[in-house]
């Protein structure tokens, strides 16, 4: 008797129980953490609700999935960024923190999918249409979330030029503030 597929588009639902074991409601067996991983790696979505309130505890679960990987060493949120993410939580930008960090993970992605395309296609990467404006798109993206400020200098970020001080660096400090206000002030017109 042959089994029939799950249906992918919707999420993998997995139901903690008491015990807090989690059960995949899909292949009727209990599940880790590191197997949650792995299907959401895969592509899968996934929803883990508790069995007995029914409340979604998606969020505190792909949270300690990350805290685990971070705590082995699979660090790839810099010390910088994790700061700032505490300090949103305290501040007024934080209700533009999600949207933003939204934005730039679907700007990385787009990033990283048109690279592969290109990459596919067997172009040397200086010459990959599209290259530069990716190459800008990560420069921002790297700019925004460490601030510009007192970070090392990495692959596809642009190189400090010699004898630059911190008063431009400042000075685009004070421009990525004032366009973040700007942006909660008509987020919070809607």
């Known amino acids: 008797m042959s089994k029939t597929r799950p ?14 074991r989690l059960y995949n409601t899909e292949t009727s067996d209990y599940v880790t953490l590191e197997d949650i991983a792995g299907f959401i790696r895969a592509g ?9 309130s029914g409340d979604d505890l998606t969020r ?3 949270l300690q999935i990350i805290a685990e990987h971070e705590s082995r060493g699979d660090t ?3 010390i910088a960024v994790l700061t700032d993410l505490v300090r949103s939580y305290t ?3 934080g209700s533009v923190v999600p949207d933003f960090l939204t934005m730039s993970f679907e700007m990385l992605q787009q990033g990283q999918s048109k690279m592969v395309e290109n990459m596919t296609a067997m172009n040397p990467m200086s010459k990959m249409p599209g290259f530069e ?3 800008a798109q990560q420069d921002a993206f790297l700019k925004a979330m ?7 200098w990495a692959p596809g970020t642009t190189a400090p030029k010699a004898g630059e001080d911190e008063t431009s660096a400042s000075g685009e400090l004070d421009d990525i503030k004032r366009q973040l206000a700007e942006l909660q ?6």
């Not at 460490?146 to 090392?152: A, I, M, N, Q, S």
């Open 76 to 78: 790839i949120l810099p």
């Open 44 to 52: 899968r979505e996934v929803q883990i609700v508790d069995l007995k």
């Open 7 to 20: 249906d992918t588009s919707e999420p993998l639902l997995i139901k903690r129980y008491a015990s807090r």
């Open 91 to 93: 501040n007024q930008a």
């Open 146 to 152: 460490t601030g510009g400020l007192g970070k090392p």
């Open 60 to 62: 505190q679960y792909l």
């Open 185 to 190: 002030s008509k987020l919070s017109k809607m």
């Open 133 to 135: 404006a990716m190459r």
